[in-house]
């Protein structure tokens, strides 16, 4: 969230080079509609030419008389650099006063080596000839980019953001005044930034951009693999974090070492063909690997409408390393082919989740590491997560949407017209569509229709996906076949032999029981 106060851009600039004292109290008070003299100010604070001595003259000669609602209190910050504490403490200060209307006036230190640097595309401020001693105000703050708005009415461009860790080191060992009297921030933490979350847990290893553009993708990921509460997500981000090196790398890095090396012909990860060990070597944030799982995995995305070909990533296993599609290898293993990782996230099992993952506990130290880092967001890594179904209806319901039109009682007629029209649309035979149909084809109501086509459909895909070496659909056919299908039989002897050893499935036997059940059919139901 982004906030700046209003301020009156023509009276910015001090009005001589020892009034930036006076001028930083005028930019405070002219934001509360209070306008005041620079001359005024400067003869009232005591500032001489060598300028304003004290930090503390301004809070008691100016700012106290004027606003004495607001409080204002000089504090030191004597050590530099600054602690965390002290950090912490000032952008809350920060944050309570913007939010109550009121600037903070603070006096800076800046050496060469620690001129103020622009962010957020501000210009920079002119700051040249050594060492600075200067006064400034703080008019807003940036909490995405943990940004703090600066006044400066010595330097042009005279306004612009500079990043709030460095604003914190620029003050030791002067002071800065901040408004003591404005209402104490919520109990409840302050809801941290999804980007920040999301750069704590996995470690700052890109650029916030590119965790900024992978943000949406991991939100979605972890709703969809049901990770909803503390445990379950600090669980997903060491796991993705390890095997991602922090969302890095979305391709294994190859070689080969002695352990990618065993990945040819490896029988549990599906590699039956020369070359298949590097080609489905490890893709996506979760290190997705095998012709197997590879197959699988697009077979489950393809159902479920996710990509438009069942095979897309066994003939272009690179498409995995996409933003689009990478995560749909975390999904699918996260749910389907290790659905209990949820169960030992709960359980806190780490050593359990490494082995459903890894098969081992390869990097355990790291995913420790992570996981334990993690833990320690508490409930602040909730914010992670996507707003709730119910936080978007509650904030629909606050939209403001046209009166609907009050509904009219049918009359019985009415329904009866209605009650026939659907009859009629469900229930009537109608002929083929087809330009291969008979002259005389029996026709068909319409749920007849779509079981035919459902029928069809399933057929043609089921007998694909064999051919192309999925083990569950070889299965299939193979169970048809011995049934006395004859279109199974036909597609069951064009099966690449390497596939049905892998499965234990014998060809001959097949053959003879195809034989035998070709004399008397067995009825069966897929």
Not at 451 to 474: F, K, Q, S, V
Request: hydrophobic letters at 35%; one cysteine or more; a negative charge.
């Amino acid at each position: 969230m982004e906030k700046i106060l209003p301020f009156d851009k023509p009276s910015v600039a001090q009005e001589t080079g020892h009034w930036c004292g006076p001028a930083s109290a005028q930019i405070v008070l002219a934001s509360r509609g209070i306008f005041v003299p620079e001359t005024e100010l400067a003869r009232e604070i005591g500032t001489h030419t060598g300028g304003t001595d004290h930090i503390g003259w301004i809070v008691d000669r100016t700012l106290k008389r004027r606003v004495p609602e607001a409080g204002y209190q000089a504090v030191p910050l004597r050590q530099d650099p600054p602690t965390k504490e002290q950090r912490d403490l000032l952008w809350e200060r920060i944050i309570r006063s913007i939010d109550a209307g009121w600037g903070l006036v603070q006096n800076w230190v800046a050496p060469p080596s620690n001129y103020p640097r622009a962010v957020k595309g501000s210009r920079p401020f002119h700051y040249s000839g050594g060492t600075i001693y200067h006064y400034v105000t703080l008019m807003g703050y940036d909490t995405r980019e943990h940004a703090v708005f600066i006044i400066d009415p010595g330097f042009s461009p005279f306004w612009g953001w500079i990043s709030a860790a460095q604003n914190a080191t620029l003050i030791p060992p002067k002071d800065y005044a901040w408004p003591s009297a404005v209402p104490a921030l919520k109990s409840q933490p302050a809801q941290r930034d999804p980007l920040d979350i999301l750069i704590a847990c996995m470690g700052n290893t890109v650029s916030r951009d590119r965790y900024r553009a992978l943000l949406p993708h991991v939100q979605k990921a972890l709703v969809d693999c049901q990770c909803n509460n503390v445990n379950r997500i600090s669980m997903w981000m060491a796991q993705c974090g390890h095997e991602s090196v922090g969302l890095k790398y979305f391709r294994e890095l190859w070689g080969p070492t002695p352990d990618q090396m065993t990945y040819e012909g490896r029988k549990e990860l599906g590699n039956t063909q020369p070359g298949d060990g590097r080609k489905f070597l490890g893709r996506g944030p979760i290190q997705l690997t095998g012709r197997l799982n590879y197959t699988r995995m697009n077979q489950w995305a393809f159902e479920r409408g996710y990509v438009s070909s069942p095979t897309l990533f066994v003939n272009t296993p690179e498409k995995l390393e996409e933003d689009q599609y990478s995560f749909l290898g975390v999904i699918w293993y996260w749910t389907v082919a290790r659905s209990n990782l949820n169960t030992l996230s709960d359980a806190k099992d780490l050593e359990g989740a490494t082995r459903a993952i890894n098969g081992g506990l390869n990097g355990l130290p790291d995913r420790r590491n992570r996981w334990n880092h993690c833990l320690s967001l508490g409930n602040t890594i909730m914010g992670i997560l996507p707003p709730t179904t119910e936080e978007a209806i509650e904030k629909k319901a606050e939209e403001k949407v046209p009166p609907t039109l009050p509904l009219e009682t049918p009359t019985i007629e009415e329904l009866a017209r209605d009650v026939e029209l659907l009859k009629s649309t469900l229930l009537d035979l109608v002929p083929s569509q087809s330009r291969y149909a008979h002259d005389n084809e029996d026709r068909w109501n319409t749920v007849q229709l779509i079981r035919n086509i459902d029928a069809m459909i399933h057929e043609e895909y089921a007998e694909r996906l064999a051919l192309l070496g999925d083990p569950w659909h070889i299965q299939r056919i193979a169970r048809n076949a011995r049934r006395g299908d004859r279109t199974a039989h036909s597609i069951f002897k064009r099966i690449d032999p390497k596939a049905l050893q892998e499965l234990g499935i014998e060809p001959s036997e097949v053959e003879q029981d195809y034989q035998a059940a070709e004399k008397d059919p067995i009825e069966y139901e897929d």
